[in-house]
């Protein structure tokens, strides 16, 4: 409940901010929308560990995909989704049985972005996220979907303009998973295109 309450007063706190400015201080641009693709390295921080950390895998390559509504003021709107694998496990158990447990997650988030300066943007994404887990090696491949809905994750992004439809950059992001009160941090490098 705190967190809800907290996310709405930034949500409005940033609205009042961008309904309140100057028109005179805002570059005068068109609104456009914008597609980004980011592929990057992504960290998992579980809130416990079940097996042996030498077992558990928690660093892979995570993508993103962000579709934004960019009018001619500071924030912008948008919807975002990618792919996320979490951690993978591979284990012996004895001689003759192994154990190999995959899960992987693909959010679907409200993105409420606004332009600090020139190119430099912070985000906030409220949003739902779809968890998918497979076990295999004793007996079926066992698979199971689970969805999380108090999810939040912060943004922070730097797009430099390559042309008037391009641009490139990077972003550091944070994704709290509230179903397993976990935690996901990644680095990527994005190519927007402005339609």
Not at 33 to 55: C, E, K, Q
Not at 69 to 87: A, H, M
Request: charged share 15%.
């Amino acid at each position: 409940m705190k967190r809800t309450i907290i996310i709405n007063l930034i949500c409005l706190f940033a609205i009042c901010t961008a309904s309140a400015q100057n028109n005179d201080s805002i570059p005068k641009t068109r609104s456009h929308y914008t597609l980004a693709i980011g592929l990057g390295w992504s960290h998992y921080f579980s809130n416990m560990d079940l097996v042996p950390a030498r077992n558990v895998q928690k660093d892979f390559i995570g993508t993103s995909l962000r579709f934004m509504w960019e009018p001619e003021y500071r924030l912008s709107l948008g919807l975002e989704t990618g792919l996320y694998r979490i951690f993978r496990v591979d284990s012996v158990l004895t001689s003759e049985y192994t154990m190999d447990a995959r899960m992987y997650m693909v959010p679907l988030l409200l993105v409420i972005r606004m332009r600090i300066v020139d190119n430099f943007y912070l985000s906030i994404a409220p949003g739902l996220a779809v968890q998918f887990s497979q076990i295999s090696g004793i007996g079926d491949k066992i698979s199971s979907t689970q969805y999380s809905f108090a999810n939040f994750e912060a943004c922070a992004s730097y797009l430099y303009p390559l042309n008037k439809h391009m641009e490139v950059g990077g972003e550091a992001r944070f994704f709290y998973i509230g179903k397993t009160n976990d935690y996901i941090m990644s680095l990527n490098a994005v190519f927007a295109v402005k339609l």
